[in-house]
């Protein structure tokens, strides 16, 4: 996960040539017919690619090369990301996907040797998926610390009693991690809660159902389940770094993971914006005149273009600066790039569906899909309004404001 060797920017570029013809000659051809599932039924021809993803050096790129990837640091992987994020399988075959990419660099740094043993070694082979299951149903998410799921001690066991929704990726998963009550009454509501680790064969654990999204429930890699862990015993060895220390890990694992998404968003972008240049070329009004030719569409391609040149600056900026100064640096920053890039995502699926007219809308091209699952990009992670809120804040505070 830390880089152990630096690359050169030759050597980055020949590397994001191989990333970028590997996504466009093998995932391109795929991705719109695993999307539209069943997601189980591709599980072998997945793992084929990520095997080819192997044999040519390109797998779990934010590995170190020791942990059997490519050792980039934050700013070179985010370039791989951007090129992954083209399709919606491209992070799954390269096992750099979210969840899993946050519990892997959670473990790495706060997890015991035997957790890394049997956890995280089989999770970076790619061997295994996992979870992450904090935001609970009746609670607000925004506000985390207002939580319900508890663990408590019985001995050498925590008993884990509590219901979770939106657990992204638990169908299929070997384990999750839980955030839950420990020490109920610390003084502050930020070390109250403890990250514990939590294999889904634990008798008392349900995946109630993968919740319906915009009318698509999807199934493995690509769902948000309901979850229920009722009288859940696991040993007190499962638990990730000290008791009391969850938010804190929560936040050392949320800063790189923003600008993980914003990079995918704007691959996604850029793959969106292509269907839509090349739509508007090829779809003629009459004989002779292209969509392309109107001012409206033309509009919308100049400012796609300069609104996603101006996320991919603003996010290698932090990115770049995340590296040199640690995350609680750019606090200001990861909140800025969070919502910006989330609205310009928002702004380029819906000009490309725009400019698709019906077909748009049809499951026939990526852009439904996207449509569907990305509205999401502005509400995990931090809504936006929770983020302009904090940045407003920060900024304030410059000019006296407490
Ligand atoms: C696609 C997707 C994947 C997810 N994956 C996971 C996962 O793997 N694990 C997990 O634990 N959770 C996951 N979540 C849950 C996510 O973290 C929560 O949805 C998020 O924290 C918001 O919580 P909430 O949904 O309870 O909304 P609430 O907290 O109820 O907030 C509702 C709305 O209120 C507004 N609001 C909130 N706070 C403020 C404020 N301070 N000022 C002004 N307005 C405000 C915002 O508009 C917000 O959208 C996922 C969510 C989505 C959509």
């Known amino acids: 996960m830390n880089p152990t060797q630096e690359i050169s920017a030759a050597q980055l570029q020949q590397l994001l040539l191989a990333y970028r013809q590997f996504v466009e000659q093998e995932l391109f051809p795929k991705d719109l017919d695993v999307v539209k599932g069943p997601f189980k039924s591709y599980l072998p021809a997945l793992k084929a690619l990520r095997e080819k993803a192997k044999s040519l050096?390109?797998?779990a790129p934010h590995l170190a090369k020791d942990e059997g990837g490519l050792g980039l640091n934050l700013v070179q992987f985010a370039q791989v990301s951007e090129i992954l994020g083209q399709s919606p399988i491209g992070h799954y075959v390269f096992n750099c996907n979210a969840?899993?990419?946050?519990?892997?660099?959670l473990l790495h740094q706060f997890g015991s040797e035997e957790q890394k043993e049997k956890w995280l070694g089989p999770?970076?082979?790619?061997?295994?998926?996992?979870?992450f299951a904090m935001t609970e149903p009746q609670l607000p998410g925004s506000n985390p610390v207002h939580m319900a799921t508890t663990a408590t001690r019985d001995g050498e066991e925590y008993v884990i009693q509590g219901h979770k929704w939106f657990t992204t990726a638990a169908d299929g998963a070997q384990?999750?991690?839980?955030?839950?009550?420990?020490?109920?009454?610390?003084?502050?509501?930020?070390?109250?809660?403890?990250?514990?680790?939590?294999?889904?064969?634990?008798?008392?654990?349900?995946?109630?159902?993968n919740i319906s999204i915009m009318g698509e429930a999807g199934e493995d890699y690509l769902s948000h389940a309901e979850v229920k862990f009722e009288q859940c015993r696991v040993?007190?060895?499962?638990?990730?770094?000290?008791?009391?220390?969850?938010?804190?890990?929560?936040?050392?694992?949320?800063?790189?993971g923003r600008i993980h998404h914003c990079m995918r968003w704007i691959g996604i972008c850029e793959r969106a914006f292509d269907m839509l240049c090349r739509r508007a070329l090829s779809r003629e009004l009459e004989v002779g005149k292209a969509?392309?030719?109107?001012?409206?569409?033309?509009?919308?391609?100049?400012?796609?273009r300069a609104e996603i040149k101006a996320s991919r600056l603003m996010v290698l900026d932090t990115a770049q600066k995340m590296q040199e100064h640690g995350a609680k640096a750019v606090k200001e920053d990861i909140s800025t790039i969070k919502f910006f890039v989330a609205d310009v995502l928002m702004k380029v699926i819906d000009r490309a569906i725009q400019v698709h007219g019906a077909l748009g809308i049809t499951d026939d091209t990526l852009l439904s899909f996207w449509y569907r699952h990305e509205r999401g990009a502005r509400i995990y992670d931090g809504p936006d309004e929770v983020h302009k809120s904090a940045l407003a804040r920060s900024i304030l505070k410059n000019y006296g404001s407490k």
């Open 57 to 59: 050096g390109l797998f």
């Open 99 to 105: 969840p899993d990419i946050g519990n892997m660099e």
């Open 291 to 304: 969509l392309a030719d109107k001012q409206t569409i033309q509009n919308w391609i100049a400012e796609s």
């Open 175 to 209: 384990f999750t991690i839980v955030m839950a009550v420990t020490n109920p009454d610390a003084s502050s509501p930020y070390q109250k809660a403890s990250m514990i680790l939590l294999p889904l064969d634990t008798p008392g654990y349900t995946l109630v159902r």
């Open 235 to 256: 040993p007190v060895s499962h638990r990730i770094g000290l008791e009391g220390q969850g938010f804190a890990l929560a936040q050392e694992r949320l800063g790189p």
């Open 123 to 131: 999770l970076q082979r790619g061997e295994i998926r996992s979870c």
